[in-house]
């Protein structure tokens, strides 16, 4: 069973940062990662808001950099799914690829599209139905959509859309949105938008694609239908912590319990990024917890050393 220094379990920002700095410290790192590197950044045409890219820069030529930038000082990667994690002397994490060993591991394994859980999602998933404005947002062009969500996620979705969709209806079961000041002014000034409030989703309607959406007011229990051939559903994440609910504390909403210098309930165990719990969930502050992981993981591999070397006869 091949061993390391330190595990990395996530390919997102934070795990490729903390990758990049226990590789840089001299510790043999390995990078797990089921997907496309990157995480949910690769999602976005157009980052923005990450410092030093003044002009912003693509999702996934950010991830790429970012991945370069960390194998080029020793990070291994190894494209896998991670199926469980136990503890022994050291820590054993089960793949698709087999198994591996470390003192220490670092979680960062993200989160994934939050979904509605009503009639027709799945059967529609991919056809109309659809969790990334970015990625399928240009096969709309001249149609009339909808949003469900009324966040940061769901209104940038909308402003979005709104280049190619002819028609962007935002559907939120409240009377007002909870994205920031500045996305709501460029919304509510919109022409291509409208908003139907205090509403939720009831079923996704249309037999090989979307063809309407069953609606119900909460207030008044009014249903209707609504003919739209998209619908982007931006109703939040779900951290991916399912694997580790029997070794970790987790929060009521599954994420990671972590201090400040991202350890969690279980020793020689660190997570960073959106899997944890409070985070800020942006690409610099995913950042900032790889850096913070990747120092604490130095700090207590060194410890274990020292601890082998004065209990060795």
């Known amino acids: 069973m091949a061993r390391y220094d330190v595990i990395i379990i996530g390919g997102g920002p934070a795990g490729l940062t903390a990758g990049l700095y226990t590789s840089r410290a001299g510790l043999k790192s390995l990078l797990l990662e089921r997907g ?81 859980g009503v009639a027709g999602e799945e059967k529609l998933s991919g056809h109309g139905v659809s969790y990334c404005a970015t990625c399928d947002g240009f096969f709309f062009r001249d149609r009339q959509v909808a949003v469900v969500g009324g966040g940061d996620t769901a209104i940038t979705d909308a402003l979005e859309l709104s280049q190619h969709a002819s028609k962007v209806y935002v559907i939120h079961r409240r009377d007002q949105l909870r994205a920031g000041k500045a996305l709501q002014q460029r919304a509510f000034a919109h022409p291509k938008l409208e908003f139907i409030w205090d509403t939720v989703v009831e079923e996704i309607l249309g037999d090989k694609a979307l063809e309407e959406l069953k609606l119900r007011n909460v207030k008044t229990g009014q249903q209707s239908n609504l003919k739209v051939e998209g619908v982007f559903v931006a109703v939040g994440l779900m951290p991916n912590s399912q694997l580790f609910f029997n070794i970790l504390e987790l ?41 913070t992981a990747a120092k604490s993981a130095f700090e207590y591999v060194q410890e274990q050393g020292n601890e082998a070397r004065i209990t060795s006869p």
């Open 251 to 291: 929060d009521d909403a599954g994420y990671i319990v972590t201090d400040e210098v991202m350890a969690t309930s279980a020793p020689g165990i660190f997570a960073a990024g959106d899997i944890r719990r409070n985070s800020p969930r942006q690409i610099a502050s995913a950042v900032g917890d790889g850096v």
């Open 36 to 116: 496309a590197l990157g995480g949910q950044m690769v999602n976005a045409r157009l980052v923005e808001n990450y410092p030093g890219f003044p002009e912003g820069i693509s999702g996934p030529e950010l991830g790429s950099l970012m991945h370069h930038q960390a194998i080029r000082y020793g990070l291994e990667v190894v494209t896998a799914e991670v199926t469980g994690t136990t503890q022994g002397q050291l820590y054993s994490v089960s793949t698709t690829e087999g198994n591996f060993e470390a003192t220490v591991v670092i979680i960062a394994a993200g989160s994934e599209y939050r979904k509605l």
